[in-house]
Structure formats: structure tokens, C-alpha cells
T-cell receptor, first 116, second 113 residues
């Protein structure tokens, strides 16, 4: 079974600085999808960024970018120019390649605090 | 706004009772997923429906059941409720295909007293 590990329960960063959240996963598949979701205090799950495993290029969405290391099964999220609104729980998630098995497997989350 | 609608937002009930949670997916999305988020278990996949048919089951208790109707909305039924069933229940939807993104509703907070 696939597992997703987030080893940092909590992180903090000064406003306007850069922070990196770590995620590792375990799978025997060669094609799959990786995601970072943000859950602010409102508890809404918001998709931050997505990476397809067959793409070598790291995904980027504005201030958010990933460092995808397929061989190491590592998928970290970098937030640049941190803003107060970035404060939230961040969940890393894995999704398999097969139709009929598209469920997301989540890590335990990292709580990010932004220091003004 | 993700386009996924969940009702009710909050539900308070007693042990032994039965409740129904409702989810309307984004327009055109054929897949509906249910997830449970609790402090001790984290985010757990419960069940996936695609175009009215059950596609995959996760850690769903026998006391729980779900279905997806012809208009593609879905309902999650929780019966013989226990204190440990208190959690945030999310519905998510996606278009067909594994490459599609999942969009989550705002969740139903269930409190069993």
C-alpha cells in the first residue's frame, strides 16, 4: 500500500521569507500524481499544486513550487515570499495511476505558522 | 469556491442515531469521493463512486454506506453512531480520468454526543 510521510508536524517562517515543507512517499508504481493541499482555519481543502510523476519538470504555481525527486520518492513544497494568508495545515497527497484507484492518500500534515 | 456543495455544514446528534450527509459535485464531474478527517486518524478515504457505481472502498465501517444518484449527487449514511464517529466528513469530486484534479467541499462537521 502507498504511504505518505510528512516528518515536520509544525513549521514557522518569518513573513516574506521562504520555507520548505517535506514529504516522502512509498509506491511501486512508475506513474502517479502528487499533490499539496492547504487547509486554513476555515477547514476548506484547497489544492495548491500538482505534479505528474512522468514529468521531470518541477511544477510551479506563483509563489509555490515543488522539488520532485522521483528516485528518492521525495516531494517537497517551497513557499516563497511567505504571506500571512499562507498560515494553514499543509497536506501532501499521493494518487495512483489506475482508473478505479484514484483515491488520495494523505500525509499527516504540517502546520505552518507565519510570523509577522 | 470549489463548486462542490456539502450539506449540512454542522450536525450534532446522539449515540445510536443515524444521519445522512449530502454532496453535490461540481457540474459535469462524474466521480465523488468521501473522506473522513479526525484528530487521531487524519484524513482517511472512505469510498469512491463513479457515475453511479461504487468504484473503490477504503476504511469505511459496515455501519456506514453511501450511494450516488442518477443526478450524480451523493449521500453518505452513518448509522448506530458512536462517539468516535465525530469527525469532519469531506466530499470531493473530479471529472473522469485519473489525471483530473480533486476539488473538495467545505465538509460536514459531525459531533456525536
Amino acid at each position: 500500500a502507498q504511504t505518505v510521510t510528512q516528518s515536520q508536524p509544525e513549521m514557522s517562517v518569518q513573513e516574506a521569507e521562504t520555507v520548505t515543507l517535506s514529504c516522502t512517499y512509498d509506491t511501486s508504481e512508475s506513474d502517479y500524481y502528487l499533490f499539496w493541499y492547504k487547509q486554513p482555519p476555515s477547514r476548506q481543502m484547497i489544492l495548491v499544486i500538482r505534479q505528474e510523476a512522468y514529468k521531470q519538470q518541477n511544477a510551479t504555481e506563483n509563489r509555490f513550487s515543488v522539488n520532485f525527486q522521483k528516485a528518492a520518492k521525495s516531494f517537497s513544497l517551497k513557499i516563497s515570499d511567505s504571506q500571512l494568508g499562507d498560515a494553514a495545515m499543509y497536506f501532501c497527497a499521493y494518487r495512483g495511476p489506475n482508473f478505479g484507484n484514484e483515491k488520495l492518500t494523505f500525509g499527516t500534515g504540517t502546520r505552518l505558522t507565519i510570523i509577522p | 469556491d470549489s463548486g462542490v456543495t456539502q450539506t449540512p455544514k454542522h450536525l450534532i446528534t446522539a449515540t445510536g442515531q443515524r444521519v445522512t450527509l449530502r454532496c453535490s459535485p461540481r457540474s459535469g464531474d462524474l466521480s465523488v469521493y468521501w473522506y473522513q478527517q479526525s484528530l487521531d486518524q487524519g484524513l482517511q478515504f472512505l469510498i469512491h463512486y463513479y457515475n453511479g457505481e461504487e468504484r473503490a472502498k477504503g476504511n469505511i465501517l459496515e455501519r456506514f454506506s453511501a450511494q450516488q444518484f442518477p443526478d450524480l449527487h451523493s449521500e453518505l449514511n452513518l448509522s448506530s453512531l458512536e462517539l468516535g464517529d465525530s469527525a469532519l466528513y469531506f466530499c470531493a469530486s473530479s471529472a473522469s480520468g485519473v489525471e483530473e484534479k480533486l476539488f473538495f467541499g467545505s465538509g460536514t462537521q459531525l459531533s456525536v454526543l
